[in-house]
Antibody, heavy 121, light 109 residues
Framework: QVQLQESGPGLVKTSQTLSLTCTVSGPSVHNGGFYWSWVRQHAGKGLEWIGHIDFSDYTYYNPSVKSRVSMSIDRSTNQFSLRLTSVTAADTAVYYC?????????????WGQGTTVTVSS | EIVLTQSPGTLSLSPGERATLSCRASQSVSSSHLAWYQQKPGQAPGLLIYGASSRATGISDRFSGSGSGTDFTLSISRLEPEDFAVYYCQHYSSSSGVTFGPGTKVDIK
């Protein structure tokens, strides 16, 4: 059974870099057929896709954060990561990692429980 | 850029009633790339429907999806207490990436 678990600091200072990791239990992240995604949710608001990465290091980022975001995959630890630079209070949110099926449906069938990140000076 | 609009914003119904949720795309989209999610307070979203009409593993047959082009519908045939939640539609395209609708809250009347 596939499980995802986010980890990282819950508090990040303004203008610093937010770094989160998602540990995948089950299939290898370097198997084809999936995108490994990050989604965030501001308090009381809807879902915002940040971007995704696949086994070949192909990335696709939301234009709203493209200039500040990078994602990577670590095959040795079966993890994928998110880095968001120059954060502001507007980046305070619950961050979810998710597995997105590829090739045809592109839906997110497995989600982590989410981790709350607060940006404050 | 594809924009998804969901209506109504809030749907107030009683257990046992039928819920009909709408998701409208700003341009015609591939139905195979349209999904629906359910989110309960304090929880991560969960996949309900993929490919516009296929139920995800373990999802009750009370949930059904339909539609094509720009108009898609999620129906819940008989609301159970655990169905009161927020529902999001989502689309993927190679040109716009992943887009979520703003959500419809189904609450108890």
């Amino acid at each position: 059974q596939v499980q995802l678990q986010e980890s990282g600091p819950g508090l990040v200072k303004t203008s610093q870099t937010l770094s989160l990791t998602c540990t995948v239990s089950g299939p290898s992240v370097h198997n084809g057929g999936f995108y490994w995604s990050w989604v965030r949710q501001h308090a009381g608001k809807g879902l915002e896709w940040i971007g995704h990465i696949d086994f070949s290091d192909y990335t696709y980022y939301n234009p709203s954060v493209k200039s500040r975001v990078s994602m990577s995959i670590d095959r040795s630890t079966n993890q994928f990561s998110l880095r968001l630079t120059s954060v502001t209070a507007a980046d305070t949110a619950v961050y979810y990692c998710a597995r997105q099926t590829g090739f045809y449906y592109y839906s997110m069938d497995v989600w982590g429980q989410g981790t709350t990140v607060t940006v404050s000076s | 850029e594809i924009v998804l609009t969901q209506s109504p914003g809030t749907l107030s119904l009683s257990p046992g009633e039928r819920a009909t949720l709408s998701c409208r795309a700003s341009q015609s989209v591939s139905s195979s790339h349209l999904a629906w999610y359910q989110q309960k307070p304090g929880q991560a979203p969960g996949l309900l429907i993929y490919g516009a009409s296929s139920r995800a593993t373990g999802i009750s047959d009370r949930f059904s999806g339909s539609g094509s082009g720009t108009d898609f519908t999620l129906s819940i045939s008989r609301l159970e207490p655990e169905d009161f939640a927020v529902y999001y539609c989502q689309h993927y395209s190679s040109s716009s990436g992943v887009t979520f609708g703003p959500g419809t809250k189904v609450d108890i009347k």
